[in-house]
């Protein structure tokens, strides 16, 4: 066994572990949880049958098996940043809806004690 397939081992033990975790809490949706079961089958086949990748790299027309893999990794990086972009916005938008919440309660409060006096 070679340096490269106990880092694949160790990797796809992490995705595993985090798999489970992340499915415990819930808070996967369904197409998270398919890519997450891909990714972690992908690394268990390519670790114990590298011959795949030479089928892989012959249907794609690559020089290269990990030439594949890097471009796979590029399209799955810009998929997970534009998730993260849009949990971001999506706390961004209901924390502007909270703090407009608050402050018209606040407003309200004021005018409440204001009329009292």
């Known amino acids: 066994m070679n340096l490269l ?6 990797s796809w033990l992490i995705i595993f ?3 489970l975790d992340v499915a415990k809490k ?4 369904a197409l998270h949880f398919v890519v997450f ?13 590298p011959t795949v990748l030479n089928l892989i ?3 794609f027309w690559m020089q290269r098996w990990a030439d594949v893999l890097v ?12 998730l993260l ?16 919440e608050v402050s018209i309660l606040e407003g309200k409060l004021k005018d409440n004690e204001n009329k009292k006096k």
């Open 5 to 10: 397939e106990v880092f694949f081992i160790i």
């Open 37 to 49: 079961i891909w990714v972690w089958s992908g690394l268990l086949v390519f670790t114990f049958s």
């Open 17 to 19: 572990f985090l798999a």
């Open 57 to 59: 790299w012959r249907i």
């Open 85 to 100: 972009l849009k949990k971001v916005e999506a706390n961004k938008e209901d924390i502007t809806k909270l703090v407009r």
């Open 71 to 82: 471009y796979w990794s590029i399209v799955f990086l810009v998929y997970f940043v534009l």
């Open 26 to 29: 819930q808070k996967f949706n």
